[in-house]
């Protein structure tokens, strides 16, 4: 599955701001999807993640302000953020660990390309 990002800005801090993942297949039944973000001169780390049950997790990090969401009937993932901060500022990546092909399901990760968000204070 191909996944493509965007949604991302430039926001002050406490701002909102609501990230979209647009896959190319269909997404139902995908185990995890996730968000994944990388501030210059760091390591890619692990924002949230939505399973196929509907079960969410987030990095402490950003738990109580980012909520990962999953819109089956047309593909997306989103990731909607309130009370940006400073240290917020990376590119943000969405992941799908793999895909069902044929009744077969494929640990296959898939990356979209990052969508900047910069906080600025």
């Known amino acids: 599955v191909q ?13 909102s701001l609501k990230l979209s993942c647009q896959a190319s297949g269909r997404i139902f039944g995908i185990k995890n ?4 973000r ?6 890619r780390e692990w924002v949230a993640t939505i ?7 987030y990095a ?6 980012f909520i990962i969401s999953i819109d089956d009937a047309n593909n ?3 990731l909607q953020m ?11 990546y969405c992941n799908a660990d793999g895909y069902w092909r044929g009744g077969k399901y ?4 898939s990356w979209g390309q990052g969508t900047q968000v910069t906080v600025s204070s």
């Not at 996944?3 to 701002?15: C, E, H, T």
């Not at 999807?33 to 994944?36: I, T, V």
């Open 3 to 15: 996944l493509q990002a965007s949604g991302g800005g430039s926001v002050q801090v406490r701002g």
């Open 33 to 36: 999807m996730g968000w994944y």
């Open 38 to 43: 990388q501030a210059p001169a760091k390591e």
């Open 51 to 57: 399973t196929s049950s509907g079960t969410t997790m």
């Open 60 to 65: 402490d990090s950003v738990k109580g302000r």
């Open 76 to 78: 997306i993932l989103y």
């Open 82 to 92: 309130h009370n940006l901060k400073p240290e917020d500022t990376a590119s943000y």
């Open 106 to 109: 494929y640990n296959d990760p």
